[in-house]
Each structure stands twice: as structure tokens, then as C-alpha cells.
């Protein structure tokens, strides 16, 4: 509630401006959430690709097309249908963010800050995208950090250096404000302010009655709500599969089979493990005692007693040759599978000791014959030769679709049979028919028919869950247009009914808050009006709506925005109705039997004194350095945006 970093978060703005610009993305900028600094002044003297000046620093035209591009692309994470006409009230903000990042860059250079080389790789270093499977940085992983991030290595050291000079210059400004204990105190009992009152509902149904609107009222309706009954683009989408199951592979041969067969002896031959107990010490004459006691009786562990820390016993249980060969070397592996039960082996030397080991038991596993082991196989060689067989097809589709064929010549030469979908949405539905869904293994499908431009050559899709493939091409784009009013004509009129439905409620419900603030009770006010609207009391502490983890109700909100026998009428957010809220009582807090509300409330507000004084000491920065903006330049881009012209 008194936090800015939160305000700004929750705003229109929010994140996806922050990471438009790479912000969000890199650790450690602490004022990554901090727009709206200053005031520039209206430029003159700066070129027409100059939207702002900070000082020595510059906002270009290109660098703030390609910052509402990648906001764009964000934006339609979430919603695909989103063009710039839906982030234009963006603008300002992000340009407001780019200039804050100049003018750090533009202060430091100004008065002689250098931001080294060294200490921007170090950053670099710690972002975790940056970082390969071994955790150590590397160059494909940055690169792949770049493209993901779609930012340039030149954009992201610009960022860094914004974001170490901001944690140089301005977090010691910000850090460990101040805030009195009575500050602290009158805010907290401000949480604990009870208020009493009356809340009147007034729904919606209460006021259709005899609401039928004509064919005019329909159309005009219609007409003036158009962006609400918005079809999104739809797309007949023409695909053919290359799945494992559409291939019929050879079946592998018996000289196939027999050859596998031989191949893998240690997965289908006879085998043996062993259990052995051993002890690894660092020299010969230690393991020379250990091997004698051994011989004489003594387990392995009672014979390197005597040897303390210095000698490493351990129990290695049903190893193969090969396996134990990997733990301790060939030459002990070679002595271990040569005896039998009871042996001792050793002093052998390794590259970490010497060892001293005795065989405790012998295990001997029986293997299968080919005749046994065939069905397996089989299944084995027909997989990797299905899979083989749809790497090929894959292959030949690409190499005729980058040869110029079109879908349809592709699948005739393939063999493969052609899919057309009726008219479908992103999500794979189709309005024409509810029935219609397309299954979940084939939304790569869609996204590639939606991804993909209709003039553009035909995608190959790979399915999921190691499904094969899809070529996929567009057969026709309907784009995102208002439903036509015949198909839509019932939920356009029942939408009239409502709008007008709510007029009459709004009236209705002023003209209650207007007789209930004038001192009559809201019960006798609706009951004077003659609706059947139900009245219930009202009561709630202001720390309710601070400590609220989802959206207040608009009663409640409206209970702590009024003075005792006054009261107001709202809508509801749904658009359900209207409710009168008038507040009878307010009973004054008093946080002196609450010291942790106090304690609380002054780390709240420390933390917004700390927020202000780093947004006034940049705002101070960009003062010194004199922003100057060109508003043409600005004006002309945002027309150029929205109009797609160049």
C-alpha cells in the first residue's frame, strides 16, 4: 500500500515493460521497477530520429521501436491478439525507463565514473541463463541467453553498467532511511480504524422488466460496442503426418537379429558379479600388512584397523568385471574375477592407493539364448528402424519443400494422406462446429499454422512425446473481425437489456445515497423507493484491506473512502449492480497495545522513504543533465506504430 515498487508492478506497465527492455531479466538493478522520473522539458535542436536527449546520451527512433517490439512480443505471451494499438498507452512509460537508463549511463560518464569491463563480465557471469549444465558460464549459453532475451551483447552491457552504477551511486542514497517511531505510530493506528454502516444491494434483474429494445436500438448498440464481439483471427489449416505408426519398416532379418545378438553379450551372455570388501591405503607397506592379516582370517575391516584413518574400507556389492574395473582399474579387476570365493587379492597399486580386497561371494547369472532373447530384439531393431525410416521421410519432405514444392505435391510424392480443418482459433476450436478439437498431440499443428504467414512456404511441426512430424500450411485467414451482427443478434440485445438495466440502478441507487446521506437510514431510503433490495450492516478495520491477498470488495473499500453519515453508490466490478454504502460510525485506532503493527509499520514506510529518495536523487540526475524531448519526433512514431507505415 506505501510501497512504489509494488504500486508500479501492479500497473498497466508493470513487468512486461521492465523486461521489454531487459530489465526485469538481469539480477541486482534495484531501481528496475522506477519510472515516471522528472519532468524533461520540450526539446528543440535534435534530429529527427532523436526522441530524447539525457545529456550526452540519446533515446533513437530505432531503439525505441525495437523496445515496443519486444513489448509486443511479451504481450502476446498472454494475449496473441494483442497489436500496438493495445500497448500505445505504453509508450511514454518505456520511454520514461529507457531515458532513466541513459541518463545513469550519461551521469557516469559525465563526471568520470568508468564502469570497467571486467566488473560488467562479472555480472554477466551471474546471470543463470548464462550458465551451462556444469554451472560455469559459457558462450553458447550467453548466445542462447541473447536470443531467448532477443537482446544484443551490447544492449545487455548496456543495462549492466546502468545497473552498477545505480548500486554505486544511488542505493547509498536509499538505504536505511529514517522513519519516527510517532510517524509510524498514527499510520498504524490508522490500520487498526474501525468503521460500521449499511450496505444496500441493488442487482441488476431488480430493473429489466419491460426492457425490449427495437431493431435500432440493436444495431446503434452494436455499432458503438463493436470491439466487444471481436472474433479472433481463425485459419483452415491443411497438414499431413509422418508418425511412426503411418510407416510400415522392414522387418529386421534373422542375420540382423543374430548380429545384435552377438553384439550384446553383456546384456543377453552369461554373466557373473561379485561382493568384495576392500581397503585402499596410500602406501605398499601398510597394504602388505593389511593383505597378510587378510590371508590369515581376518575381514578386510579388522586387518586395516590397526591402520586407522589412513586406510579406506568400503563394501563394493554385485559388480561385473567391467564395473569394478571402472572403480578400481584394470589390473585389480583382473585379480578380483580371477579366484574364486575367499581369495585375497592385492597389494595392486591404483591411481588413488594401493588396494587390498577379498572376494565374499560370487554371483553367476544364467543368459538367454537367441531364441529367447529374439522377441526382444525384434522389438528393439523394428523401433530403431521406424525411427529410422521417419528421420529419412522427414528428410525428403524438407529437401522438397526447399526444392519449391507446395503441401499438396509434397504429400502426393510422399504418399501421405492431407487433413484440411474447418475455420479454427488459436486453440485449435472451431466455431462453426463445437464439436470439433483438434487432440492435444497436435497443437504443435496449430501454433505452426498460426505462426507461419499464409504466403510463406509450408512448416514441418515436430509433434510431441516423440509423435514424428507434420507438414502444415494455412488454407484460409479469416482475420480477427466483430462476429456479424445476425449470428450475434440475441447476445447483442441481451447486452442492451443489461446496459440500460444498469442506468436504471445506477439512478435508482443514487437516489437512495442521496436520501440516506441527507440522515435517513438506508433501510427506510429503499424502502421508500419501493424496490425489495436487500440491506445488511456493515463493519470492517482498515487493516482488513491492507492485509487482503486478493481484490477488496468494492462495499468494503467504499466503507474507508467516506466520513461518518455520508454514503455513496458504486457498481459493482462485475457489473451485477449497484450497491449504497453509508458509513454510521468511525472508531479511531490505537496501536500503543500493538508495538509488532508499529515495528511493521515503520519497516513499510522506511522502505517507501527509501524508494522516494532514490527517485528524487534521479530525478535530480536527469535535472542535472537537462532532458530535452522531442515531441514531434515522439508523436510521429507513435503514429507510425499504429498505422504500420514506415
Given at each position: 500500500m506505501l510501497s512504489f515498487f509494488r504500486r508500479i508492478s501492479k500497473s498497466k506497465i508493470g513487468t512486461s515493460i521492465i523486461a521489454a527492455v531487459g530489465l526485469a531479466i538481469l539480477a541486482g538493478f534495484a531501481?528496475?521497477?522506477?519510472?515516471?522520473?522528472?519532468?524533461?522539458?520540450?526539446?528543440?535542436?535534435?534530429?529527427?530520429?532523436?526522441?530524447?536527449?539525457?545529456?550526452?546520451?540519446?533515446?533513437?527512433?530505432?531503439?525505441?521501436?525495437?523496445?515496443?517490439?519486444?513489448?509486443?512480443?511479451?504481450?502476446?505471451?498472454?494475449?496473441?491478439?494483442?497489436?500496438?494499438?493495445?500497448?500505445?498507452?505504453?509508450?511514454?512509460?518505456?520511454?520514461?525507463?529507457?531515458?532513466?537508463?541513459?541518463?545513469?549511463?550519461?551521469?557516469?560518464?559525465?563526471?568520470?565514473?568508468?564502469?570497467?569491463?571486467?566488473?560488467?563480465?562479472?555480472?554477466?557471469?551471474?546471470?543463470?541463463g548464462v550458465r551451462g549444465l556444469n554451472g560455469k558460464p559459457s558462450v553458447q549459453s550467453y548466445e542462447a541467453f541473447l536470443a531467448r532475451a532477443r537482446l544484443t551483447d551490447a544492449e545487455v552491457r548496456d543495462i549492466i553498467a546502468a545497473q552498477i552504477a545505480a548500486r554505486t551511486l544511488i542505493l547509498p542514497v536509499a538505504t536505511q532511511a529514517r522513519v519516527p517511531t510517532g510517524v509510524a505510530s498514527q499510520y498504524a493506528a490508522m490500520l487498526l480504524e474501525a468503521r460500521q454502516g449499511e450496505a444496500a444491494v441493488l442487482p441488476v434483474t431488480l430493473f429489466t422488466a419491460g426492457l425490449k429494445p427495437t431493431d435500432s436500438d440493436v444495431q446503434s448498440f452494436y455499432s458503438s460496442h463493436k470491439k466487444n464481439y471481436i472474433v479472433p483471427e481463425q485459419r483452415s489449416l491443411r497438414f499431413a503426418l509422418m508418425t511412426p505408426d503411418s510407416l510400415k519398416a522392414a522387418a529386421p532379418t534373422d542375420q540382423e537379429i543374430a548380429a545384435y545378438y552377438q553384439a550384446n553379450q553383456a546384456t543377453y551372455g552369461a554373466n557373473e558379479t561379485r561382493t568384495l570388501s576392500q581397503a585402499v591405503v596410500p602406501d605398499q607397506k601398510t597394504a602388505q600388512a593389511i593383505y597378510d592379516a587378510a590371508k590369515r582370517g581376518a575381514t578386510i575391516a579388522a586387518a586395516a584397523a590397526p591402520a586407522g584413518k589412513a586406510a579406506a574400507v568400503s563394501t563394493i556389492t554385485d559388480k561385473t568385471r567391467e564395473e569394478y574395473a571402472g572403480i578400481a582399474g584394470d589390473r585389480a579387476a583382473v585379480?578380483?574375477?580371477?579366484?574364486?570365493?575367499?581369495?585375497?587379492?592385492g597389494p595392486i597399486e591404483s591411481d588413488f592407493g594401493w588396494i587390498v580386497a577379498k572376494v565374499d561371494s560370487v554371483k553367476k547369472v544364467?543368459?538367454?539364448?537367441?531364441?529367447?532373447?529374439?522377441?526382444?530384439?525384434?522389438?528393439?531393431?523394428?523401433?530403431?528402424?521406424?525411427?529410422?525410416?521417419?528421420?529419412?521421410?522427414?528428410?525428403?519432405?524438407?529437401?522438397?519443400?526447399?526444392?519449391?514444392?507446395?503441401?499438396?505435391?509434397?504429400?502426393?510424392?510422399?504418399?501421405?494422406?492431407?487433413?484440411?480443418?474447418?475455420?479454427?482459433?488459436?486453440?485449435g476450436t472451431s466455431r462453426a462446429d463445437p464439436n470439433f478439437k483438434l487432440g492435444p498431440n497436435l497443437a504443435p499443428v496449430v501454433k505452426a499454422g498460426f505462426d507461419i504467414a499464409p504466403s510463406d512456404e509450408p512448416e514441418i511441426a515436430t509433434l510431441a512425446n516423440d509423435g514424428g512430424f507434420a507438414i502444415?500450411?494455412?488454407?484460409?485467414?479469416?482475420?480477427?473481425?466483430?462476429?456479424?451482427?445476425?449470428?450475434?443478434?440475441?447476445?447483442?440485445?441481451?447486452?442492451?437489456?443489461?446496459?440500460?438495466?444498469?442506468?436504471?440502478?445506477?439512478?435508482a441507487a443514487e437516489q437512495i445515497a442521496a436520501k440516506a446521506g441527507s440522515g435517513m437510514s438506508v433501510?427506510?431510503?429503499?424502502?421508500?423507493?419501493?424496490?425489495?433490495?436487500?440491506?445488511?450492516?456493515?463493519?470492517?478495520?482498515?487493516?482488513q484491506i491492507a492485509q487482503s491477498k486478493g481484490p477488496v470488495a468494492p462495499a468494503i473499500r467504499t466503507l474507508f473512502t467516506l466520513t461518518a453519515g455520508k454514503s455513496r453508490a458504486v457498481p459493482d466490478e462485475q457489473g451485477r449492480g449497484f450497491f449504497v454504502i453509508k458509513v454510521d460510525k468511525i472508531t479511531p485506532g490505537n496501536a500503543l497495545m500493538q508495538p509488532g503493527l508499529i515495528g511493521g509499520m515503520s519497516h513499510e514506510l522506511q522502505r517507501a522513504t527509501e524508494d522516494e529518495y532514490a527517485r528524487q536523487f534521479l530525478a535530480a540526475i536527469r535535472a542535472n543533465l537537462k532532458v530535452k524531448m522531442n515531441a514531434a519526433a515522439i508523436t510521429e512514431?507513435?503514429?507510425?506504430?499504429?498505422?504500420?507505415g514506415s
Open positions: 531501481l528496475s521497477d522506477i519510472s515516471n522520473f522528472g519532468s524533461g522539458t520540450l526539446g528543440f535542436g535534435l534530429s529527427s530520429s532523436t526522441l530524447a536527449e539525457v545529456g550526452s546520451a540519446k533515446v533513437t527512433d530505432n531503439e525505441m521501436s525495437d523496445a515496443m517490439q519486444k513489448h509486443l512480443q511479451d504481450v502476446r505471451q498472454q494475449n496473441p491478439e494483442a497489436d500496438y494499438a493495445d500497448i500505445v498507452g505504453d509508450f511514454d512509460a518505456l520511454l520514461d525507463q529507457l531515458l532513466d537508463q541513459k541518463a545513469i549511463a550519461a551521469f557516469t560518464d559525465k563526471f568520470d565514473f568508468p564502469i570497467s569491463k571486467r566488473l560488467i563480465d562479472a555480472d554477466i557471469a551471474q546471470i543463470p585379480a578380483a574375477f580371477t579366484g574364486g570365493q575367499g581369495d585375497v587379492i544364467a543368459g538367454k539364448t537367441l531364441a529367447q532373447a529374439r522377441p526382444e530384439i525384434v522389438t528393439k531393431l523394428t523401433a530403431d528402424k521406424s525411427k529410422t525410416a521417419l528421420a529419412d521421410l522427414y528428410n525428403k519432405a524438407q529437401d522438397l519443400l526447399d526444392g519449391g514444392h507446395n503441401l499438396t505435391e509434397v504429400a502426393s510424392k510422399l504418399n501421405l494422406p492431407v487433413t484440411t480443418t474447418p475455420l479454427v482459433t488459436a486453440d502444415v500450411s494455412p488454407n484460409q485467414v479469416v482475420q480477427a473481425a466483430p462476429a456479424p451482427l445476425a449470428s450475434i443478434r440475441d447476445r447483442v440485445a441481451n447486452d442492451w437489456i443489461q446496459s440500460q438495466a444498469m442506468l436504471r440502478a445506477q439512478k433501510a427506510d431510503a429503499v424502502k421508500q423507493s419501493g424496490l425489495n433490495a436487500p440491506v445488511q450492516p456493515l463493519s470492517a478495520r482498515r487493516i512514431l507513435k503514429h507510425r506504430l499504429l498505422t504500420g
